[in-house]
């Protein structure tokens, strides 16, 4: 199920005390034995001369500078420390391992500059040795926290209850995910802060303390889940009952009480045969809940199997469902194999019996279509895919510098024909091509499907249609004060908000201004428009239709009809 | 990947698949140590020591007891952690018993298990200005002395500030402890800051814990403070690169405890140039030492046959923070000692001389470089030459005929049993005196009904705090009594002495000067005199 990004949970960060031996004198030598497995040769080379980047970190609100704000490097391979500004707000950071790196600047009570950033919302930038490197203004945002206290069923504090704030996002059109922005733990009182939050409404989820991390390393079979429930509502987490938190700006949203409710656990084993009825070792079995609301607690667990033999303990109880896959050897040769089995664990279920069978063959994991432009065979065109769970519940990965759709590009042959992998589930066609041409339509078997289509019901051949007839909006962002705003971001929306909840819709678009505050959209399809430039965009929640329809407020109407070039002027707002 | 649904849900013919899965149960109860009473709401979570013994949780109930059943058999430890208690695990093979076994059939009891309050250190880090910093790295580092004078430090789990600077380490084992702030990850050219606000290991200060308190107050202000290095070559005695070596640097804090969280070591290349980089400004030696020696004693355990492997060097350096020292170590072959072993007073020989093996250590117990003991032999004569000797040493025996124990060495008239001997040149005449005659202690430990205490563990400290001091000291003793309340001390130099019952849990800071000292009140005394054995009793306070 490559679609969904399910979230690696971080292993507790704590590390455990460990109890050292009597050092006696034999021992000792053993010691220094083992020294010798530390040790390996050391380059004595000396470094670049390094490249010095500089900027300034002020309060967005007022202007103000930040004395003290952590300034350092992030991504690339930097193992230079964070430097702190002056009074000024001022930094020079010094870097001597060339790379591509983001700025991360962080000041208490403050949002961190990176924080809860999509990768093309995070301004990335070259250091070359011996460069000086003006980073110019760093605005910080005030930041809101979330503080309050974990507890059991009778009232005790849970130490080490691992807290999450998460939130929905809508980075694209049409796709709402949970992200989960920051992570904490709970002291032994129970007390959590979350801080450093950009204001706005979160989900805070408890979960019991993990196994120390050790397990991990020693048992491939350890259960990665832990119960949690939120408010005082008993059994497994769910969506509907979160808490909910809506931060104010600036503020401290204090005294959330979360109590974790007593899960129950059980065993799950069994063993897995292969069609032929052998038993199958060398693969693993997973474990994964039936329903992919997927806030933490609701992990899966893999057994890697030797003796075609499989348990897994300590599992809440709840609806999972098994999977497993084999190699079968056969006179025809290697065959793949694969089971999946729906359980309901209510208490332990021991002697399963996975049996493996072989992949249907007819079940198409692609298609191949023609692009066509201005209605003739169009040569060498880009088509992009975007695969789509069309899952309300989709967790979006941990980690904010990546946010990648599933899916790829293709490239059409000369005769116009092209080929698409994948596609299970919802697929989105779009054109990836030169903005001299647009996308039009997409048929499947002469039905419209542009706005998406389930690759398993649809019908062929499919058709991409180009046109040459291509809308231009075109215009320039103001500031207040009348000056160019650089770089601002600028959306381009339907005026009918039913467009704007289809994934990847054509109809709702964000661009980002160039340095004159110029910017230019192409290939609308034709209609009614409304076009913003909102300041302090948040490019994970930009396509929010609650935003979209706030910014009517602020926004441009305009029309365009099919090859029409328009020209409109905005102010950032 | 499309996933075809096969669901069957059946018996297993078992034996058609895999061997029956054999079950047991294993239930107690937690109790708080100090108080006795139940521990309620507190987390277990059961380990297998192989590792297809899946792991298992539970949690106690109102009465702090708790019951696993369907165990796979199997060994097992126990973890057990509660909000206000140092997390424990039973069950591990120092702590007395061994694993649990888990056995098929009849449920397995295993008591009361008592949980130790645990202390809290709770503080802010603050910046050059007073203001608070937020996700900095705090850890807690334990002070341990399994010897005298050997105190190190072992990391415990580390806490992120919170946004006004505040942290709270907690579930501390009672102790001594150095607390760090720093910035950045893991792998950053950062040095901890230690408290109270030092970047120099030398001048951290140690917070004591105690059981169930909190220690607050404790305020660390973080300066910039990037790790130093040290850099240089190594020559051997003709002058060429000595790339057989292993350069290691050695705290010379003047307690010995050594607050660097890694090994600094290197192995020079083919040049004899090393590097040892992310070092905590401060003073060390640069100890070299040899690669094929140490490989050696790996394989056998011992120093035997190891005489010429390589030459050894030692001198001082000072780091500074963000700075690379360049030193050129010149090492060379060490010295000689030669000496003598003695019986109660006469010359060993023949077999029983044979039988002995003499060692020169050096008062760095803790790390490599020419701290490395270096043994010998005695021959039938009753002479003895070590080789590959040089700097300060203290001298003792490894192996011993039975009833024969060690008295006390003497090097150039003076005594060097208890204090270093400075190699500086080759050296003859030195005696190793050995008794079979030695003040002996035989003791009891019983609760304060009269009973024997069982596994009781006895710590036997001379009166002068000097003698704690001494790496190795002969002055200090452990002992651990048998199902009588017994126990028994083979040979002790004669002198003043102290004894006192003390908590095994204990163990890692029974060695501590500091510990010792807060032993005094509650201690036994006595005086144990040559050739004679000095009886005591001791008795449980609760």
């Given at each position: 199920?490559?679609?969904?990004?399910?979230?690696?949970?971080?292993?507790?960060?704590?590390?455990?005390?460990?109890?050292?031996?009597?050092?006696?004198?034999?021992?000792?030598?053993?010691?220094?034995?083992?020294?010798?497995?530390?040790?390996?040769?050391?380059?004595?080379?000396?470094?670049?001369?390094?490249?010095?980047?500089?900027?300034?970190?002020?309060?967005?609100?007022?202007?103000?500078?930040?004395?003290?704000?952590?300034?350092?490097?992030?991504?690339?391979?930097?193992?230079?420390?964070?430097?702190?500004?002056?009074?000024?707000?001022?930094?020079?950071?010094?870097?001597?391992?060339?790379?591509?790196?983001?700025?991360?600047?962080?000041?208490?009570?403050?949002?961190?500059?990176?924080?809860?950033?999509?990768?093309?919302?995070?301004?990335?930038?070259?250091?070359?040795?011996?460069?000086?490197?003006?980073?110019?203004?760093?605005?910080?945002?005030?930041?809101?926290?979330?503080?309050?206290?974990?507890?059991?069923?009778?009232?005790?504090?849970?130490?080490?209850?691992?807290?999450?704030?998460?939130?929905?996002?809508?980075?694209?059109?049409?796709?709402?995910?949970?992200?989960?922005?920051?992570?904490?733990?709970?002291?032994?009182?129970?007390?959590?802060?979350?801080?450093?939050?950009?204001?706005?409404?979160?989900?805070?989820?408890?979960?019991?303390?993990?196994?120390?991390?050790?397990?991990?390393?020693?048992?491939?079979?350890?259960?990665?889940?832990?119960?949690?429930?939120?408010?005082?509502?008993?059994?497994?987490?769910?969506?509907?009952?979160?808490?909910?938190?809506?931060?104010?700006?600036?503020?401290?949203?204090?005294?959330?009480?979360?109590?974790?409710?007593?899960?129950?656990?059980?065993?799950?084993?069994?063993?897995?045969?292969?069609?032929?009825?052998?038993?199958?070792?060398?693969?693993?079995?997973?474990?994964?809940?039936?329903?992919?609301?997927?806030?933490?607690?609701?992990?899966?667990?893999?057994?890697?199997?030797?003796?075609?033999?499989?348990?897994?303990?300590s599992v809440p109880v709840g609806e999972y469902r098994l999977t497993t896959a084999a190699r079968l050897m056969t006179k025809a040769g290697l065959l793949a194999e694969s089971a999946s089995l729906a359980i309901s664990l209510n208490e332990d279920l021991n002697g399963l019996i996975l049996k493996t069978e072989t992949e249907a063959p007819q079940t198409r994991v692609g298609a191949i279509g023609h692009v066509f432009l201005d209605g003739a065979p169009a040569p060498t065109t880009r088509i992009q895919e975007m695969l789509w769970s069309r899952d309300e519940n989709f967790i979006a990965s941990e980690s904010p510098d990546v946010l990648s759709f599933p899916g790829g590009a293709s490239t059409t042959r000369a005769d116009g024909l092209f080929g698409i992998d994948g596609g299970e589930g919802w697929v989105v066609l779009r054109y990836a091509g030169s903005p001299v041409f647009a996308l039009k339509s997409v048929t499947a078997g002469g039905v419209d499907v542009t706005d998406g289509f389930d690759m398993k019901r649809a019908a062929s051949p499919f058709e991409v249609h180009l046109t040459s007839r291509v809308s231009t909006i075109s215009g320039v962002v103001k500031d207040a004060d009348g000056g160019a705003a650089a770089a601002c971001d600028v959306v381009v929306f339907a005026d009918d908000p039913a467009s704007w909840k289809l994934p990847f819709s054509r109809r709702v678009v964000l661009v980002r201004a160039d340095e004159k505050g110029e910017f230019q959209v192409t290939g609308l399809p034709a209609g009614q428009y409304l076009a913003a430039a909102p300041a302090d965009l948040d490019r994970a929640m930009w396509a929010d239709p609650n935003r979209l329809e706030r910014w009517r407020a602020i926004a441009t109407a305009v029309s365009i009809a099919d090859g029409e070039k328009k020209t409109i002027a905005l102010k950032r707002k | 990947m499309i996933l075809f649904l096969l669901a069957l849900l059946q018996a297993v013919p078992q034996a058609q698949t895999h061997a029956p899965v054999r079950t047991g149960q294993l239930s107690g109860r937690v109790i708080a140590a100090d108080t006795g009473a139940p521990v309620r709401s507190a987390d277990l979570r059961l380990m297998g020591l192989k590792p297809d013994l899946s792991p298992r949780i539970a949690t106690t109930d109102d009465e702090g007891r708790f019951l696993l059943s369907d165990v796979t058999v199997g060994q097992y430890t126990l973890t057990v952690s509660k909000a206000g208690f140092v997390r424990q695990s039973f069950g591990l093979k120092k702590d007395g018993p061994s694993a649990f076994e888990v056995t098929p059939g009849q449920p397995i009891e295993l008591g009361d298990l008592a949980l130790r309050r645990g202390g809290v250190i709770t503080g802010r880090v603050l910046d050059v200005a007073g203001d608070p910093l937020a996700d900095v790295t705090v850890q807690a580092w334990r002070l341990t002395y399994m010897t005298p004078a050997s105190g190190r430090v072992m990391s415990t789990r580390s806490f992120p500030t919170n946004d006004r600077g505040e942290f709270r380490l907690y579930g501390l084992q009672p102790g001594r402890y150095f607390v760090s702030a720093s910035l950045g990850a893991p792998g950053m050219a950062e040095a901890p800051t230690f408290y109270p606000g030092t970047s120099t290991t030398a001048d951290a200060l140690a917070i004591d814990v105690k059981a169930g308190q909190e220690s607050s107050g404790v305020s660390i202000q973080l300066v910039p403070n990037p790790y130093g290095a040290v850099a240089g070559t190594v020559t051997d005695s003709k002058g060429g690169p000595y790339t057989g070596a292993v350069v290691g640097l050695i705290s010379a804090r003047t307690d010995g405890v050594s607050l660097n969280s890694v090994q600094l070591t290197a192995i020079p290349d083919s040049t004899g140039r090393f590097k040892i980089v992310n070092v905590s400004p401060g003073d060390y030696r640069v100890e070299v030492m040899s690669r094929a020696w140490l490989e050696k004693i790996g394989q056998t355990g011992t120093g035997i046959g190891t005489d010429g492997l390589g030459e050894v060097a030692s001198i001082p350096v000072t780091v500074m923070s963000g700075r690379t020292e360049e030193v050129a170590v010149q090492a060379g072959p060490g010295f000689r000692v030669r000496g003598q072993v003695f019986i109660d007073g006469a010359l060993a020989s023949g077999a029983t001389a044979t039988a002995i093996r003499v060692a020169a250590y050096s008062p760095s117990t803790t790390i490599s470089g020419t701290g490395a003991p270096a043994g010998a032999e005695v021959l039938p004569d009753g002479s003895f030459v070590l080789t590959g000797v040089q700097g300060e040493r203290f001298f003792r025996v490894e192996k011993l005929p039975g009833n024969v124990h060690f008295h006390r060495a003497m090097a150039a008239g003076l005594d060097a049993t208890e204090r270093g001997f400075k190699v500086t040149a080759d050296v003859t005449g030195v005696e190793i005196h050995l008794t079979t005659r030695p003040a002996r202690i035989e003791g009891t430990v019983r609760d304060a009904a009269g009973a024997p205490i069982r596994d009781g563990s006895i710590v036997v400290f001379s009166t002068q705090r000097a003698d704690w001091m001494m790496p190795g000291s002969l002055r200090y003793h452990t002992a651990r009594s048998n199902a009588e309340g017994a126990f028994m001390l083979a040979s002790i130099p004669a002198g003043s002495y102290l004894a006192a019952l003390v908590p095994a849990e204990d163990r890692d800071r029974w060695a501590d000067p500091e510990y010792l000292e807060s032993l005094r009140p509650i201690a036994t005394p006595f005086t144990a005199a040559t050739a004679s054995t000095t009886t005591i009793s001791l008795v449980a306070k609760r």
């Open positions: 199920m490559a679609h969904i990004n399910r979230r690696r949970r971080s292993i507790a960060r704590s590390s455990y005390p460990t109890y050292p031996t009597y050092p006696t004198y034999p021992t000792y030598l053993t010691y220094l034995t083992y020294l010798i497995f530390l040790l390996s040769p050391v380059s004595a080379q000396e470094p670049n001369s390094p490249a010095l980047i500089s900027g300034r970190v002020v309060a967005a609100e007022t202007g103000q500078p930040l004395r003290g704000a952590t300034v350092q490097l992030a991504g690339g391979s930097s193992q230079t420390p964070p430097v702190f500004t002056d009074l000024d707000g001022r930094f020079v950071l010094p870097e001597r391992r060339i790379g591509r790196y983001a700025l991360h600047v962080s000041k208490p009570g403050y949002v961190p500059s990176v924080f809860g950033r999509l990768a093309d919302s995070i301004d990335y930038f070259e250091v070359l040795a011996g460069q000086r490197i003006d980073r110019g203004t760093i605005r910080l945002q005030v930041a809101t926290v979330i503080s309050g206290r974990v507890q059991d069923q009778i009232g005790e504090p849970v130490a080490d209850a691992s807290v999450t704030a998460w939130r929905i996002e809508y980075p694209q059109p049409g796709v709402r995910m949970w992200r989960q922005l920051k992570d904490t733990s709970t002291n032994d009182l129970g007390e959590f802060r979350l801080h450093g939050l950009v204001p706005g409404r979160y989900h805070v989820v408890a979960s019991r303390p993990a196994l120390p991390p050790e397990s991990f390393a020693r048992t491939p079979d350890s259960p990665v889940f832990v119960a949690a429930t939120m408010g005082q509502s008993a059994g497994l987490p769910n969506l509907s009952e979160p808490i909910a938190v809506d931060t104010i700006r600036g503020g401290e949203t204090s005294g959330t009480a979360i109590t974790l409710a007593h899960t129950r656990f059980a065993r799950v084993s069994g063993s897995v045969i292969d069609s032929t009825g052998r038993p199958v070792s060398d693969t693993s079995v997973t474990l994964s809940p039936a329903h992919s609301d997927g806030l933490p607690g609701r992990r899966g667990a893999q057994v890697y199997l030797r003796t075609g033999a499989f348990t897994f303990s | -």
